[in-house]
């Protein structure tokens, strides 16, 4: 089911999915576009390349609440708290970001003890993904192609959308998006020419190239675990690095939390909270003992944790190449060129 | 949300507070659970922890000192810490008296592997107050249903001196008993101490356990794992049958939080208890 509509009907979409829940799309700000529950159905705006924030925030929130306490109250008096979760519609993600999520099931929820906050909240939401402008030339930071992942892949959406000028396609995907679609007011069919036009874009998505190097999960993470020790490498690769973390706040895959208690006044909530292996703090134990008090030992961590421990572990790689960490490094560290730098790193070993 | 959450700790009631040591820092706490369906649902083995959880101050992964077979409560040793940092959840727990009520949330982890155990010889080799889940392997083995599921026991204990051995009463009841080897050490005795001295490793040495269809089991601060781990490789021990449990900081528990990620391992999830083959396939990233 192919449908269309018109950019400047956009309102009348969003505002029609906003009577059906909450609808989370992208928002023009200061300082770029996020993803945000709209209010306002004027908001939504789809002339952007990607947002700053990856759409992760939706099934897992920067904090989330799990209890509310009081000190002063005996413990059986605590309260967990019951997330507030609507049926979702998480409008305008681009192929690369779908991706990601499918990733972070297999962490949060298909292997293990399933996370209840992840999987609920996934449960409630359907996907609209949104295909890259391939008209335009690749965006420098990106390398989603690098690791399998096209311009234009509907894989993972529930509903796939494409802009050709004016026009927004529309093409469900999964069954809870074909049950959307043929429900939406406003939508009209698709000619067998636009059709053939849909088809064709999605195809040529995979030629579309961004930063690109061959690289095998196998290999890389076998690269990576021989390298391990080389602190010559890391040290190099690592020098200018702040330890600010915001390559992990911005991730669509880094899902490091913390648990805190936040009291004020006695009246106090747990809740988890994003946390990056990045901070010297982060595995800095009671006892005073701490594995990674050194910046190239954490950031040797969070690469060899997605380009080789994850890969061992899980399977597949844990990086969708969207480019965010190098785009937001203050310092420009790009962890494309520090995976094309491993695939050579037995340089490094004879230095 | 809350039903099957594991994130929300269940409460128990601290029943019994055992001051272990002369510096008064460890304290067996032995807890009950207020809710019968809890006491039910929380099945564990030696080796296993839990997380303690006191709201306002944050949670502590600790490891189970009873045993299963210990039935209606359940025994953690906890050190106050605080050296370097204020360690909030141990220090309270300390401040806390009989009737105090927490929270816990576990089992969690894996447990020493006891079916691999079972029908070999154990040696239980153990540091200060490193001991809890190896005290709990112990009674475990020692308890009337299970003590014929194993070979020889043999317990290599030590401690800096004779007030910081823990568990003093069953020490002295295990010395008794013909079915378990009990050794003793300090690194340095009092007037008082008529009992062995030397280092753990060295104790070892000089006892030279039998490799012969034997499994080590070893527990300890990191300076004793370091020189005990290729005392038992010498012995002849194979790399599969020297088992020993990790630590690192941890926050969920369930292998979530990615804090306590070792390579391809977590250790709340996939451990805390690792052979030294396993451990040797990890980077030195502990």
């Not at chain 2, 528990?253 to 306590?260: A, E, L, N, P, V």
């Given at each position: 089911m192919l449908k269309k509509t018109t950019i400047d009907k956009l309102p009348e979409l969003a505002a029609c999915l906003m009577e059906k829940g909450t609808l989370v799309a992208p928002v023009k700000e200061a300082g770029g576009f996020n993803f945000r529950a709209i209010?306002?159905?004027?908001?939504?705006?789809?002339?952007?390349?990607?947002?700053?924030?990856?759409?992760?925030t939706v099934f897992f929130p920067q904090t989330e609440d799990f209890v509310r306490y009081s000190v002063?109250?005996?413990?059986?008096?605590a309260k967990p708290v019951e997330p507030e979760i609507r049926p979702t519609f998480l409008f305008g993600v681009r192929p690369c970001d779908v991706k990601s999520f499918e990733i972070m099931d297999i962490h949060f929820?298909?292997?293990?003890?399933?996370?209840p906050y992840w999987r609920k909240r996934r449960d409630a939401t359907i996907i609209f993904g949104f295909a890259f402008d391939t008209s335009e030339e690749a965006?420098?930071?990106?390398?989603y192609h690098t690791l399998?992942?096209?311009?234009?892949?509907?894989?993972?959406?529930?509903v796939f959308m494409l802009r050709r000028d004016d026009v927004l396609f529309l093409k469900a995907v999964s069954p809870r998006g074909e049950n959307l679609l043929g429900g939406l007011a406003g939508l009209t069919d698709a000619a067998p020419d636009e059709r053939k036009y849909f088809d064709d874009y999605i195809a040529q998505g995979h030629d579309y190239?961004?930063?690109?190097t061959c690289v095998d999960a196998e290999a890389i993470a076998k690269e990576f675990e021989a390298i391990f020790h080389n602190t010559d490498f890391w040290t190099k690769v690592s020098n200018?690095?702040?330890?600010?973390?915001i390559c992990t706040f911005v991730c669509p895959t880094c899902y490091c939390f913390d648990i805190c208690d936040e009291t004020q006044f006695g009246q106090g909530v747990r809740r988890r909270v994003w946390d990056a292996c990045?901070?010297?703090?982060?595995?800095?134990?009671?006892?005073?003992?701490?594995?990674?008090?050194?910046v190239y030992q954490r950031l040797r961590q969070k690469i060899c944790h997605k380009y080789s421990f994850h890969i061992r572990k899980y399977?597949?790689?844990?990086?969708?190449?969207?480019?965010r960490c190098t785009r937001y490094c203050p310092v420009n560290i790009d962890i494309f060129s520090i995976v094309e730098q491993a695939v050579q790193a037995k340089w490094y070993k004879r230095m | 949300m809350s039903e099957n959450n594991p994130y929300i700790p269940m409460p128990v009631e601290i029943s019994k507070i055992i001051d272990?040591?002369?510096?008064?820092?460890i304290k067996t706490f032995r807890f009950t659970f207020v809710n019968k369906d809890d006491e039910q649902k929380f099945v564990y083995l030696p080796g296993q922890f839990a997380e303690l959880s006191i709201y306002g101050k944050g949670e502590s992964p600790i490891g189970i000192?009873?045993?299963?077979?210990?039935?209606g409560y359940v025994e953690f040793t906890v050190q106050r810490a605080?050296?370097?940092?204020?360690?909030l959840v141990t220090s309270a727990l300390h401040d806390m008296d009989e009737g105090g009520r927490i929270g816990l949330r576990g089992p969690l982890g894996h447990s020493w592997p006891i079916e691999f155990l079972e029908k070999k010889n154990i040696v239980v080799v153990g540091g200060g107050f490193a001991f809890t889940t190896l005290r709990s392997l112990v009674k475990y083995m020692l308890h009337k249903d299970n003590?014929?599921?194993?070979?020889d026991i043999t317990v290599i204990y030590g401690a800096r001196?004779?007030?910081?051995?823990?568990?003093k009463d069953e020490l002295a009841a295990w010395e008794k008993r013909s079915d378990i080897k009990t050794i003793i050490t300090v690194d340095k005795g009092n007037e008082t101490w008529t009992g062995r001295e030397g280092f753990v490793p060295a104790v070892c040495k000089d006892v030279a356990?039998?490799?012969?269809?034997a499994v080590a089991v070893i527990c300890g601060p990191p300076v004793m794992i370091k020189f005990t781990l290729p005392v038992f490789f010498e012995l002849g021990f194979s790399k599969e049958n020297i088992l020993t449990s990790l630590e690192m900081r941890m926050k969920?528990?369930?292998?979530?939080?990615?804090?306590?990620?070792?390579g391809y391992k977590y250790v709340c999830s996939d451990g805390p208890v690792f052979s030294l083959a396993e451990l040797e396939d990890l980077p030195r990233d502990f």
């Open positions: 209010t306002d159905a004027a908001q939504v705006d789809l002339i952007f390349h990607n947002t700053i924030l990856s759409p992760k002063y109250q005996p413990i059986l008096e929820t298909r292997t293990g003890v399933p996370d965006d420098p930071a990106e390398f399998g992942i096209g311009a234009a892949d509907p894989d993972g959406s529930d190239k961004t930063r690109y200018a690095c702040l330890s600010c973390g990045m901070f010297t703090d982060f595995t800095l134990e009671a006892s005073g003992h701490n594995p990674r008090t050194q399977g597949p790689i844990s990086c969708v190449g969207c480019g | 272990e040591v002369d510096t008064h820092d000192a009873s045993a299963p077979t210990d039935a605080g050296a370097i940092l204020p360690g003590r014929s599921r194993f070979g001196t004779p007030g910081l051995l823990c568990y356990p039998s490799p012969e269809n969920c528990g369930i292998g979530k939080c990615g804090r306590c990620n070792v």
